[in-house]
């Protein structure tokens, strides 16, 4: 075999190199770890294969093709070679034991000696990982791991052999990722992450909030924490992809293809495997309370990790600055697809899933969790030119207000209209100088608080257009997660009212069929009937999975707390049970009506909901807390 002639001739010429009395072969040459003793000075005063020969050892491995390897095999062997990617990343993982062996021996000269030699070939190992991936046909490969390239780092990530239909013997050994990051950031990375960011979709479009996508989630936040592979990520085309309507972008975003996992009712979970009707409600009909229950728990604990490991991904990219436009910018996009779901009636086969709205809101609400406080002591980072503006380009114009007309609006804010914008801002000002004075500052202090806003300095109102102004992440958060939680969760319990509506006619009716068909033959009418009733009694069951998570609502509502004190601020309310000025303040009419509307919608949700013993996890004083 080739490694073995190769090993013989640098023994050979190690040999030649130390003289008659050096050791014969690498054995002989390399003291054991093991043993800890101290060798005398002629056996270690080399390592025997130096970094000149480490490349040549390396090539010729590579350089084998298969039958060549299966030659080489012991007679009899069950394994399978690994490819050459395995191998390379088997041999940086060995290095790494052999370095933490190497703290054990005594000769500290040869244990640096022998630490810088294996530090080489690491490198080595990362930088033929990298030849491997971006030119496949450099060394003999397997015909799957040839075509899979970069993708081969994908199935040595998550532990399959998805994109190369081999056995992952050798994961990714710690370090290696840095490693190569940084060596080849400048040398193709960005080509070779696009693949693997853009096959993460892929992975989890067929399986359903049953299925296995918590590997390529976990893969994606582990690249994700990467700074060479950050910015590569949220620039790639599949981050904030072009797209027609909702679905489009669940299906070409990276971040939607996990947020349309959920138990909750849609047509592609006819498709979707592990079937979540299925596997948690076979027979709804004949189905106990404590196996519902059980299902329940298990579906609402899978969505808790899937929003977690969610938040996680994003949390960590908002957290370096000079990503955070694009994070938002995505969350905006992803906000925006979900307009289509506003209908009263809207092709779900069209616009964005239950599932996918859902979690969107549920992510955000994580988001927002961090200024949910009960004294709310960041609500006067909430600026209404936010909404006034159409910031992010979200349709808040479109939107019906709580007590202005499109002409009233038009007049107020305005933007292309100078005399416009002065008037709003002196209307804003009078209000803030009464609010200022009414909290005991003089006429000159109120005026000079008012100056300082109106110059930056501040925080307050103001009538830049949204367009060219930037927020806080708090602000834009807040904001977003108002419209999620009004196309996904309050749109998702309305619909769940009328379909349970619709449910109960149909048993009713079921029940007087069975009652006139006593005693005759099986009517093929009342056979549909009940199969439409188990149907019916199946999509219940996936709603409620989803709709009484008790976190969910529980973040809902200490969202809608934080708007309702916002809200009361905006209107002129001090918070002192004093009624509100008349009229109210022109930013005040001005917001949506939805803002007011869904409020009231989760309170009635919820309050009715624990007046059927459900959702004690809540407890009362999470309704209470709206009546201080």
């Not at 996680?312 to 908002?318: A, C, D, I, T, V």
């Not at 289509?340 to 859902?358: I, L, P, V």
């Amino acid at each position: 075999m080739e490694l073995a002639r190769l090993a013989a001739e640098l023994a050979q010429e190690h040999a030649e190199g130390a003289g008659s009395e050096g050791p014969a072969s690498a054995a002989d040459a390399a003291p054991s770890a093991s043993d800890g003793a101290q060798l005398p000075p002629e056996a270690s005063s080399a390592v025997l294969i130096s970094r000149e020969n480490l490349e040549r050892v390396v090539l010729e491995r590579l350089g084998l093709d298969a039958a060549a390897l299966a030659e080489g095999m012991a007679a009899g062997a069950s394994e399978q070679a690994p490819t050459p990617l395995q191998y390379l990343l088997g041999t940086y993982r060995r290095c790494l034991e052999e370095e933490r062996s190497s703290e054990r021996l005594k000769d500290k000269e040869y244990a640096a000696e022998l630490c810088g030699t294996l530090a080489y070939l690491r490198e080595l190992c990362v930088s033929y990982v990298g030849m491997l991936c971006q030119y496949p046909d450099m060394f003999p490969q397997p015909q799957a791991a040839a075509g899979a390239g970069a993708l081969q780092l994908l199935d040595a990530l998550t532990g399959e052999g998805r994109h190369t239909t081999v056995d992952q013997r050798e994961q990714l050994p710690p370090g290696f990722l840095e490693a190569f990051c940084a060596r080849f950031a400048e040398e193709g990375l960005a080509e070779m992450a696009a693949q693997l960011f853009e096959a993460m979709p892929r992975q989890v479009h067929p399986v359903s909030i049953l299925g296995p996508f918590q590997g390529p989630l976990a893969t994606l936040c582990r690249l994700a924490a990467m700074p060479e592979l950050a910015p590569l990520l949220t620039a790639n085309a599949a981050w904030s992809p072009p797209y027609r309507n909702g679905r489009e972008l669940e299906l070409k975003s990276i971040v939607g293809a996990f947020l349309r996992l959920s138990p909750l009712p849609d047509f592609w979970m006819v498709s979707a495997q592990p079937s979540v009707t299925e596997s948690c409600y076979p027979s709804p009909s004949t189905l106990s309370q404590r196996d519902a229950n059980a299902a329940h728990a298990q579906l609402r604990n899978i969505i808790g990790m899937l929003h977690a490991g969610l938040n996680e991904l994003l949390r960590g990219l908002l957290k370096k600055k000079e990503l955070r436009a694009r994070t938002v910018g995505m969350l905006a996009e992803c906000v925006k697809a979900c307009h289509g779901r506003s209908k009263m009636r809207f092709n779900e086969m069209q616009e964005a899933s239950h599932g996918f709205a859902f979690n969107l809101a549920g992510v955000l609400l994580l988001l927002c969790e961090p200024f949910l406080d009960a004294s709310h002591s960041k609500r006067d980072r909430l600026d209404v030119s936010y909404v006034l503006g159409d910031a992010r380009g979200l349709p808040f114009s479109k939107l019906t207000r709580l007590a202005a007309s499109t002409d009233e609006m038009a007049s107020w804010v305005d933007v292309r209209n100078l005399d416009h914008q002065e008037k709003f801002k002196a209307q804003q000002e009078e209000r803030e100088r009464r609010e200022l004075e009414a909290q005991g500052l003089s006429a000159e202090e109120a005026a000079a608080v008012i100056a300082a806003r109106a110059s930056g300095d501040g925080a307050g109102p103001s009538t830049q257009p949204a367009a060219e102004k930037e927020y806080s992440f708090i602000c834009e958060c807040f904001f977003l997660t108002a419209e999620a939680l009004h196309l996904g969760l309050i749109k998702i319990i309305s619909m769940y009212n009328e379909e349970m509506k619709e449910a109960h006619r149909r048993r009713r009716e079921m029940e007087a069929a069975q009652a006139r068909q006593e005693g005759a033959p099986p009517d093929a009418r009342l056979e549909a009937l009940k199969a439409q009733c188990d149907r019916d009694m199946q999509r219940r069951l996936c709603f409620e999975a989803a709709l009484l998570t008790p976190d969910v609502l529980s973040r809902a509502l200490a969202f809608y707390r934080l708007m309702a004190t916002w809200l009361q601020g905006l209107a002129g309310g001090k918070g002192d049970g004093e009624p509100l000025p008349v009229p109210p303040p022109n930013e005040y009419r001005a917001m949506p009506e939805h803002f007011v509307e869904d409020m009231a919608e989760v309170l009635i949700f919820v309050g009715q909901l624990m007046s059927y013993g459900w959702l004690r996890e809540l407890g009362s004083e999470r309704l209470g807390d709206f009546m201080e």
